[in-house]
Each structure stands twice: as structure tokens, then as C-alpha cells.
């Protein structure tokens, strides 16, 4: 393409120093390609606007994957398919850079379909520039999405069929539909009268995106001799004849003079303010608080019930005060599928040294709010551990007597004597502190409420919820 | 400082914002997702850039495009969402970018389940895409260690122009400790190589593709002269309770901490075992591990997959001493008992 590059832009490399091999002052693209062409009106864009110094410019898979031995900008060389999500990655790190995602039909409408539509559709402010040449120019003339019916190619040796390969894809019909677009143009890079049209074309989606307007897209109908096994001189016809039927010229869409532009503001944050918006602890929060020597030590508790009785709750609390007391802690949920299916289980280790395992397998306390979770978790308690479970919803027996079993009215309980049934997991919170004597106290709990209460104006009932708890936890044990 | 009691998942974002990640581009998945909130909510109030990609495909592309224009940037995922991630990752590698990837791994293969695995370990530690590539990959265990090892892996990147995994199974995600923050990193490292679209960067160019086999050559012994260095200064384990041991048990993750509580039961029972977790999967304490076997100690290797990482300590060890594995998949987890009797048996075995 020596001769379209004549009077080369300044844009371009003098020398196309990263150019391997011999012939360094000449492109890597076949005679008649339409490559060059593109590269030429880019480049003469770039030196008009004086943009080179500011750009970066996305290379593709295919033929184009070298343009940066030419482009005198910042350069980045992408995967297949990828480039307007690389884009997308460059321009919303300095939206000041103009960032060209430069693409062939098979690295954008095959491989990369939908990184082009979601960039196209989330409005990426970029600039794409797309070479449709019906056909992988690259790897040797396999069928492109944009192939032509009927046309035969390396893999569509029969010539591509509606029944097999399905339509041609029309790119810019698609993405002109979306909202998001501001300007939408397919061109031809034939004769002169349409080249001049690509490169205003080419001219408009750059300015666009210097003046922060939005995602624009310029297809331009561009020869592959080699592939198309069609003498050069006879390729701008072929383009005419059989690519323009079909794709059309035209500006699809370009709502770049209404469309608004939303200002950005750049702030910088202290690190006093990030400390701050991550809402990370300042203060010294622990309480004083003396473990009671007979205090069970070292509980493996295991929290479950349905999911909305407050179970994950109740177990975050509990680790949260055994914090707050001064201990290692672990919280482990159930997640996922699991809960989904309505029931939840956690697992909380509170612990004087560092703590191993935070699962718990084998558990020290059950507290359990229904009568599946006892059933399942009941056998699992270790000799001598503590069964906590909600009388009120669970009408069982414990059979095993090596345990110690305390069936307390939770949910009849908040419910009656504090309006509120979903305060349940309080109730078992105030019974835990009795029945473990005392692994932290109320006053441990009360200070934690605010972290795990996200409604204020519930946070007084779940206090009076744990004191409830205590009392019938006292007067169950007679303590 | 004061410790906040957080979420494994959670303390990566705070970490990785500390550490002064300016961008999170990733697309949901349990169990990682709440790292995608967590970004979704705090970058934002800070004038940095969170976005939901169209797929992991997309996410890594855009953190390829991100890392090339010079910022500190991640994406997380699980398993499945890393298996596509996979193409981006050998292109960052080649290209030298600095990135962070963090893979909260769960059970395969295929859809498999949303259940802690460790199955990951191979598409991580030897390199899941094309190419000669390896990638820094970190095992934390805690919650702590989430944040600490997030804002290491920061560094690591840069240091090196590397990707860096942090990968944590699912529990490990999942569960809620006390964590203590450390201040935010001011000063970053400039990345003069960058594409920025900036006067001073516009000679750059960010690529991997080198078409003549003697410059590939060239470019993968730098790659692999930067990988010598890595593992001749980064490695990193933990020791338990391994000097007078007779049976050293291998484990990371939360196997790690489950073989910790193991540990402490049988050694109650006067039994010489101890613990090695390394937090660099790799580089791999190899080094470690053959002065060992030197000391003639038997070894167990613990996993929640089908034994992986056993490879590499049987590789360490060269066969010298007795290498035995466990492991459970599909997500479940070793149990105290399972421990207590695997270690019984291996400390007995000939
Ligand atoms: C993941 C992947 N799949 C396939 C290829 C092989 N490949 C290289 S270029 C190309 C097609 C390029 O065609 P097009 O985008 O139309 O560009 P052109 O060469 O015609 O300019 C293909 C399939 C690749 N490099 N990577
Ligand atoms: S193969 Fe086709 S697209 Fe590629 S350089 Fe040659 S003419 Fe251009």
C-alpha cells in the first residue's frame, strides 16, 4: 500500500522501526487492501486534530494486528475480540485520552460480538473503526460473519448458505439501534468521492470523542484482493456490486450535536477520607470485660432455623461480642443454594487463642430455631455441650441425656411480652449467656447491637429481648 | 489500629482500595460475588471506577486495558468465570501487566457446585491459558490474610509487571473474622512503560505478539530470568510446630486451618506432628520442603481436590521421604475425625 501512504501523515512512524524484516519503509498490507486506506485517514485525522500525543489505539486480531508498527500513538495490542472492552479499560482510566478500538469483521463480529455490543450499548466514549471485508484476511480466507450468501470461501468452499451459516451481519444496523450510539456511518473505501466520505466520517467519530460526546462507529467496506481471489483493479468494483447491495452506505445514526455531555469531576481523597468512606474503625473498641472462670470455655456453637428468624444474625452477634470480650472469633454461614431452600445455619468459634478450624463440625452449643435444624444438628453435639432450641416451634423431645437440653418459648416470648416475634434470636441470645455462664455478659452484647442492628429504632428491643432471655434462661436452670 | 470484624470477600476490596486500587471490572459469581459488591459500593464514593463487564471475558479484557494505561486494577471471580478469564491472563502475562486477579475457588468440573474446592489449583499455579507464563499466586487463610495478601499482591504486580493471583476457596471468602486494616498506600511506583494517552507515554506499546521465533525466544527467557528472581526472593509459608516433628502435614487454605486444630489434638496426645502451609503456591516452598525430607520427616498432604499440589511437594522432595494425600471434592470438607485418623495412619505408616 506504498502508494496510498505517499505523502505519509505525521502520525505515522518515518520508519516502521517494529516492523520485522527488511522493508521497513513499506507497509505489511497486500496491494489493494483496504487496510491502508483506513490507517491513512485515521492517521491524517490524528495530525489534523493534533491527537497522536493523547491516543492510544487498540490493534485487533487479523491483518491489522501490526497497526501499530505505523501509528506514531500510544499502542496496545489486544486479544481477539477484545479490543472495546480493552478500550473500555484505557478510556475510563484517562477519559482526556481518545482511545480507537480498531477492529476486521471477524475479530469484531464474530469473536469479539458481544464486547462490541455492551461497550456500543454502555456508550463507551471510544471510537471504533471497522474494516468488513467479508472475509478472515488473516488466517487465509476463511467465512466471516459478514461473508456474503452464496460466496465461497475456505470454509465456505460451497459458498455460504442460509440454511448452514445463516445471513450476513449487518453491524451497523444493530448497533445503531441501541440508545447509547451518537454516531453510527458505514462508508466504502472505493473510489475518491467515497473515500472522501469515509474520512470525514473518520474525522467526525474522532472530534465526537474529543468533545466527550460518546460511543461512535465508522464501518468502512474495504477490499481483500488476496482473499476474495480478485485481481486489484477489479476489487472497488466488487465492493460495489456485491458488498454495497447488501450493505448499504450510509449515516445509520448520528445524534452528535444534541446529544448532552455529562461533565466529570476529578477529586482527589485524603488518606484520612478513604479510612473514613471505608468505614473502618478508628477507636479502640473493645469493652472490659472478665471471663468468669467457670464460663464454658472455648465454645464451638452451631446457629440454625429457617432463613428470616434471624439466624445469620444471631450468629454474627455472637462472634461479634466474643470479639468485643476480647477473644478470636470465626463466623462461617452457610451460603448459596442452601439458603435458598429456607434454611441457614452458621458457625461460630469463640476462642481464648488463635482458632484453627472455623467450621464446626461436632458443636459445644446447638441453637436451634426449628425442628429440621435440631433434627439434623442435634446428633452432632459433643457429650456434655448445650442444646439451646425454640419450645415454641419445636415440639420434641430430646432423647439423648448426655446432653444438656434447654427448650425455651423464643418466638412466644418476643412475641408476647415484646410485640415483636422476629426478636427470637435476641431471646436465645439472653438464654446463651445464662446457660454458657456468662462467655461475655449483656452489657458485651448491648455495646455490639448498633453493628448488627441496621434499624435504630430497633435496638433497644432487641435489648430488652436478650434481658428477657436471661430471665426465663434463670429461671429454666433455677440460677 | 482497631480490627473490624468483615468478611473474607469484603477485606479483599478494602485491602485492594487501601492498597490503592483504582478499578474493579468484574461479573458476579458465587461464591465471590460479594467482592464485586463491596467495589460496587466503596469505589464509586471514592472517584474510582467499578463496572459490571458483560462476561469474565470482558472484565479481564478491560483490566488489560486498565493495567496497560498504568493504574492498579483488579477483577475477581470463581472457578468457572476463571476458566474464561484464562486468555487474558496469558496476554497479560506476555504483555508484563500488572494486575490483580482474585479466584474465591469453588467445586468443578464444569458447573460442579457453589461449594468450597481447591480444584483451581492447577488452572492457577501452572497456568490455565497458552504459553510459557507462570503467575505469583497467594493462598491466604484468614480474613487478615485477605486483605494483607490483597494489598501484597499490589505490590508484587508492580515489582514485577506480572498478573498476581490471590486465590482463596470459598470458606475462606466466606467467613467473617476480625481484621486489622493498615493505613492507605500513598506514593505508588510511576509505571513509565504505560499506555496512557498521555505526551509522556505515547512511544509505548503494550503487546505480546513477537512473530520471529528468536524474539519470542528472547522475550520468554526475560519473562522466565523475572520468574527466577521471583522465586528466588518472594516465597512465602508458615511453619507450626515443625521442628520436632515426625509427620509434617501440607495443607492451604482452610485446610490449613483445619489441619491446625488436628494438630493440636494430636499433639495433646504426645504426638510429634506439624504443620507447613505456604501462602506462595507459587513460587512453591520447594526449598523448604527438600530440607525436610533431608530431615528424613514424613509428609501429608491435605487438599480439598483430587491432589494437586501434592505434585508439586512429590516434586520438591524427589521421592526421598514418603509423600501421602487426602483429600475430599465437591465440597466437603476434611472433618476433625477424617484429620485425626489421617494423621494416625501416616504417622504409623513405613
Ligand atoms: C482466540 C483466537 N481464535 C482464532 C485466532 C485466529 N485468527 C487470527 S486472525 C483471525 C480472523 C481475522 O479476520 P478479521 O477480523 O476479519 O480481520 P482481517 O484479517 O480480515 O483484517 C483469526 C480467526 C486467534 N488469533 N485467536
Ligand atoms: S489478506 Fe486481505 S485484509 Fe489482509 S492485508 Fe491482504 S488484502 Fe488486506
Redesign the interface.
Known sequence: MAETIFRKAKSFYDVYE?K?GANKDVTHYCPGCGHGILHKLIAEAMDDFDL?????L?SPVGCS?FA?YYF????????HG?AP??????????P????ISYQGDGDLAGIGG??I??AANRGERISVFFVNNAIYGMTGGQMAPTTLLGMRTTTSPHGRSIGNEGYPLHMCELISTLEAPVYVERVSLTDAKHIMQARRAVRKALKAQMEGKGFTFVEALSACPTNWKVPTREANRWIVEMMEPVFPIKVFKDEIETREVVPR?????T?H???E?????????TVSFVRPPNALKDPEIKVAGFGGQGVLLLG?AL??AG?RAGY??????S???EMRGGTANCHVRIAEG??????V??SDVLIAFNGPSLDKFASLVKPGGLILYDSSLIDRTIERTDVKALGLPFTELADKELGNGRASNFVAMGAFIVASRGVFDEHVVKSILP?VIKRKNLIELNERAVAAGMRIAREALGS | ?????IKGNEAVV?GA??AGC??Y?GYPI??ASEIAEAAAY?LP???R?F?Q???E???I???????????R?MTASSSPGISLKQ??IS?AAG?ELSCVVVDITRGGPGLGN??PEQSDYNQMVKGGGHGNYKLIVLAPNCAQEMCDLTMHAFDLADRYRTPVVVMAD??VG?????VE?P??V?DLPPKPWA?????E?????????D??PD?LERHINHLYAKYAEIEANEVRYEEYMVDDADLVCIGFG?VS??????I?RVRAEGKKVGLLRPITLWPFPEKRLARLADEGKKLLVMEMNKGMMVDDVRLAVQHRVPVGFYGRVGGN?P???EVYDQIMLHLEAV
Request: glycine residues 8%; aromatic residues 8%; hydrophobic residues 40%.
Open positions: 517494529r520485522a497522536k500525543e493523547h491516543t492510544v487498540i494486528v501499530y506514531d500513538c500510544g499502542n496496545i495490542q489486544a486479544a477484545r472492552a480493552v478500550a473500555t479499560g484505557v478510556k475510563r482510566t484517562n482526556d485520552s481518545v482511545v458481544n464486547e455490543l455492551q469531576e476529578k477529586k482527589t481523597y488518606p477520607e478513604i479510612v468512606t471505608l468505614d473502618l474503625p478508628t477507636g479502640d473498641e454474627l462472634a461479634q470479639m478470636h472469633v470465626t463466623w462461617l454461614p451460603y448459596g443454594p488463635r482458632i484453627g478450624s472455623p467450621l463440625h461436632e453493628l | 489500629m482497631a480490627k473490624q470484624f478494602k482500595i487501601l483504582q478499578a471490572y458465587t461464591p466503596y464514593l471514592l472517584g471506577t463496572l463487564a458483560e462476561s471475558i470482558g472484565a479484557n478491560m483490566v488489560y486495558g486498565a493495567a496497560s494505561a498504568g493504574i486494577v486468555e487474558g496476554y504483555a457453589i461449594a470459598g470458606f466466606q467467613m467473617m473474622e476480625p486494616f493505613a492507605p500513598v499506555t496512557a494517552g498521555t505526551p507515554t505515547y512511544k509505548n506499546l503494550i503487546t505480546s505478539i512473530l520471529e524474539d482452610v486451618r483445619i489441619l491446625q486444630s488436628g493440636e470438607v472433618s476433625g475425625r
